[in-house]
């Protein structure tokens, strides 16, 4: 089984990284290439990430903390591609009493996650799949966040769309983006170098606005470093309230 796991991600690595060369921005990732490589990375990923001055979970959660007026009760939070539950501790701690839900494409990473005891709810899915399956089955939730989830996604109008219909009428959405790099203008988004997926400022604030969100708050950070470099992006915090 690791073998064929392994071969799978080569696969999909390999076609993703076709996309890169030729310039082709999907407007979705392939799900496979994402579970396929954070199932590999995951025993790793934490340990990957301490020389890389990571600070997303940590920008995210100083959102929260400014918009705190607007969530008089924090008592349902969904975290978009949980990962190890990075976030998901540090929203634990910030509302203990809350239920918290996770969600991941990847098992492995999950895995991880729940080890920490950080989640009342852990689901293997798509982001899109379970926020639609949410929106016929649960209450409407106090707060999504998705930290650093967007450099694998493409166009976001459908995200935003199924957030705001999960979203309670006071919620608050709260996630990151990277910056697309180098001088060249990127009218929406556009795969990256890295293989990752950048979105221009303006096409967030337009998808955002478009789908009924307030911006409260937007700002310009540095995410993590790369290659001795370091990579910018933005932390947004939206509010369904008009």
């Not at 490589?37 to 959102?63: H, M, R």
């Not at 634990?92 to 918290?100: E, G, Y």
């Amino acid at each position: 089984m690791p073998q064929l796991a392994e071969r799978d991600l080569r696969i999909q690595l390999a076609k993703h990284l076709l996309c890169v060369i030729q310039k082709e921005t999907p407007s979705r990732i392939a799900a496979t290439y994402i579970s396929s490589l954070f199932d590999c990375y995951a025993k790793s990923f934490e340990k990957s990430l301490e020389n890389l001055s990571y600070q997303v979970p940590q920008l995210l959660i100083q959102a929260i903390l400014w918009s705190q007026e607007e969530l008089c009760h924090l008592q349902r939070i969904l975290d978009l591609g949980a990962g190890t539950g990075l976030l998901g501790e540090q929203l634990k701690d910030l509302a203990p009493r809350a239920h918290i839900a996770a969600v991941d494409l990847s098992a492995e990473m999950l895995k991880q996650a729940e080890m920490k005891g950080c989640y009342d709810e852990l689901h293997c899915a798509d982001l899109l799949d379970h926020l639609a399956d949410c929106t016929r089955s649960v209450s409407p939730f106090d707060l999504i966040v998705a930290a650093d989830v967007f450099g694998y996604v493409g166009d976001l109008a459908p995200v935003f769309r199924l957030v705001y219909q999960n979203l309670d009428n006071k919620g608050l959405f709260v996630f990151s983006t990277e910056k697309p790099t180098g001088n060249e203008t990127v009218p929406h988004y556009q795969l990256q170098a890295s293989g990752r997926v950048a979105h221009s400022h303006e096409y967030v604030l337009t998808v955002a606005r478009e789908h009924g969100f307030k911006v409260l708050r937007d700002w310009s950070c540095e995410l993590r470093a790369e290659d001795g470099h370091p990579v910018l992006g933005h932390v947004f915090s939206l509010s369904c309230a008009l």
